[in-house]
């Protein structure tokens, strides 16, 4: 155990060393140069080392999982479309991406108008009492879904009828004189789904509390108060004077929680790994490569996903195009 | 030289006015207001407090009844709070080589890439070389692309490797997935310096290197910290890398432990709750004491866009 600790220790220092001095040795080799050459050469040794961790890491796997995805189970032999048809015209599939679909329809939406309501509530305290409840909001953030899944165990726990609930939710309903409900195998209207949304905004809602926060707290005052005496009401203040001045900020964080809700994994991997019909995406792409084994349509599920994502980093592209414009 | 060196501690103007806050501004709430985020916070908390006043429960205890009990009935059940379920937890569900495990993943997977990372945006930023702009694109692409692309093949890769299920696959995985995040955050804050710092540098007769090393590379503090906050907590938080290049066994982390334990039927609240409480510690003592950086580099990124 010692042993453990002390070597992860040793490779940080061993880890930072050896780059240090990789890049010393290829700063040499290129001052070694004649003059002119050494301005050309010298940055791309300085991006190498990164770019190779990036093609062997996205770049390379990327274009040979678009292959995968074309092959079967065991990757030995072609099958087209097969894995795509297969999956498109399974019932549980098309679940699985309605269900993803119903996180991405409600996750980022409700992170961004519960941590604004949230944020601007707390705006209003003491400094003292805004940092603790913001601290107390953000703090989930820092755990990782497995702990959340430990707290919302309980939350969620279920024993049956005339033994004791020890689980909040139904110790609650219970003591209303009603039957104790096994809530994350309750998928009427994707009830459970809806469930453990409330697992991950707990987690993320004080993410976009901080950002759009600190974006409101941004907005020059000149603007606000070149509205009240206009005669605007807070409401219209709000609405006209600072929502557009954050909208920026809304975006990003919108872009941000859409993307983690896309490809949310542990959160429903841990608490039902999918059952109950509550499975999306990550989880299924999980299942079709441990469970089912079956690399062709691990990758073409990847693949469907990457798609997806593509219009997001064409605006994410864009986005920086346009702010390095303004720069 | 000397008088360009002063390190623009932040970059950000400070807001101290905070008007836009609504009607009262700070310290003027009124009482819904302060009852309601009261309430919030006591949401917030009412979960996690089950957690921690169950991981001192006896499992007899934690079976047959609520943890509220323990505040109902606080003469009844305070006196059987135990700390055993801590010890059993870390000797015999393994939570105490997991946690070992943890650090030894999250630690080199945090900081080798920040140095990598910081050569590229070095060069990125300060220097001019043909390729520049659309590399930096690829990076800025990369950076939604899911990780998932990378499974499969890199799976297939460290088989014939035999390297899954080791450390380095976890390391090299992570040092992989979070290198365009990092070149991202630490070229956007460089490109914050003052260039004249670069130029007077230079007229001096520094070398890039030198520049990089005792100049920018201290200058850029804040943005170093705020990622290798990031990374540190998702290194150390992930489940699903872990997962899939390390797996269960002598090496798994602290997640994957406490997910065996979760899984497995018949396990007793009371070591999953010890268990979570103990996989929680590290983050949340990294979070609090570095918050300032971690809102800092999040802000920094954001609140320009």
């Known amino acids: ?35 002119k050459w050494e301005d050309r050469i010298k940055p791309y040794a300085y991006i190498a080392p990164a770019f190779l ?10 274009i040979r999982t678009v292959f995968l995805s074309f092959k079967n189970d065991d990757s030995t032999k072609f099958v087209g479309t097969k894995n795509y048809t297969d999956l498109l015209k399974s019932h549980d599939f098309q679940q699985t991406l309605y269900n993803t679909l119903l996180w991405i329809l409600i996750v980022p939406a409700a992170t961004i108008v519960l941590g604004l309501a949230v944020g601007i509530l707390a705006d209003h305290l003491r400094p ?9 909001i953000f703090l989930p953030m820092a755990i990782s879904a497995v702990g959340a899944a430990t707290v919302w165990r309980f939350v969620y726990a279920y024993s049956p009828p005339g033994q004791p609930q020890i689980g909040l939710l139904n110790a609650i309903w219970t003591a209303f004189g009603r039957q104790p409900i096994p809530w994350l195998a309750t998928s009427t209207l994707h009830f459970n789904s809806i469930l453990l949304m409330v697992m991950m905004l707990w987690m993320q809602i004080g993410f976009s509390m901080v950002l759009l926060s600190a974006a409101i707290k941004g907005v020059p005052t000149e603007t606000l108060e070149a509205a009240r005496i206009d005669g605007a009401n807070e409401r219209q203040i709000f609405g006209r004077v600072i929502l557009p001045q954050i909208k920026g900020t809304i975006v990003t964080v919108f872009v941000t929680v859409t993307i983690g809700v896309m490809k949310i994994f542990d959160i429903v991997y841990v608490m039902t790994n999918g059952n109950f019909n509550t499975n999306v995406i990550g989880v299924d792409f999980f299942n079709q490569l441990f469970t089912n084994i079956n690399n062709g349509a691990a990758a073409s599920i990847v693949v469907m996903l990457t798609v997806a994502v593509i219009p997001i980093m064409i605006y994410q592209v864009r986005h920086f195009r346009a702010e390095e414009a303004a720069r | 030289m000397t008088a360009t060196l002063a390190p623009p501690t932040d970059v950000r103007p400070k807001k101290k006015r ?6 009262g501004g700070a310290g003027r709430a009124s009482w819904p207001v302060k009852i309601s985020v009261l309430l919030i916070c006591f949401l917030w908390i009412v979960p996690a407090l089950g957690v921690i006043v169950t991981s001192f429960r006896t499992v007899d205890d934690s079976n047959s009844s609520g943890w509220w009990e323990v505040f109902l009935h606080p003469f009844k059940y305070i006196p059987q709070l135990t700390t055993a379920n801590y010890t059993d937890a870390i000797h015999q569900a393994g939570i105490g080589t997991a946690l070992i495990n943890s650090l030894a993943i999250a630690l080199p997977a945090t900081f080798i890439p920040i140095l990598i990372a910081a050569f590229a945006a070095y060069a990125f930023t300060f220097m001019r070389f043909p390729g520049r702009d659309t590399l930096f694109i690829l990076i800025v692409s990369m950076l939604v692309i899911p990780n998932y692309v990378a499974f499969v093949p890199i799976l297939q890769l460290y088989s014939q490797l035999h390297l ?20 991202f955050i630490l070229r956007n804050y460089m490109s914050t310096l003052p260039k004249e710092v670069i130029e007077s540098a230079k007229i001096d007769g520094a070398s890039h290197f030198t520049t990089f090393w005792r ?57 999953v709750t010890a268990g979570g409480i103990l996989s929680m510690i590290i983050p949340v003592i990294v979070f609090l004491s570095m918050q300032r950086f971690f809102v800092r580099g999040l802000t920094a990124g954001s609140v320009k866009g």
């Open chain 1, 53 to 62: 961790a990036i093609t062997l890491y996205l770049i390379y796997p990327a």
């Open chain 2, 164 to 183: 899954a299920g080791t450390f380095p696959a976890a390391w090299l995985a992570h040092i992989g997935f979070g290198m365009s995040l990092a070149i």
């Open chain 2, 215 to 271: 100049l920018i590379l201290p200058m850029s503090t804040p943005a170093l910290a705020a990622f290798a906050i990031f990374q540190f907590l998702w290194t150390w938080n992930d489940l699903l890398v872990a997962l899939v290049f390390i797996g269960p066994g002598e090496n798994q982390p602290v997640t994957i432990a406490v997910n065996n334990l979760l899984g497995q039927q018949g396990t007793g609240w009371e070591l």
């Open chain 1, 1 to 35: 155990m010692l042993f453990k600790g002390f070597s992860a220790i040793l490779t940080v220092l061993a880890g930072i060393g050896v780059a240090l001095v990789l890049y010393w040795i290829l700063n040499k080799i290129v001052e070694f140069l004649p003059g």
């Open chain 2, 18 to 23: 905070r008007g836009a806050g609504g009607e």
């Open chain 1, 128 to 136: 003292g009492s805004e940092k603790a409840s913001k601290t107390i």
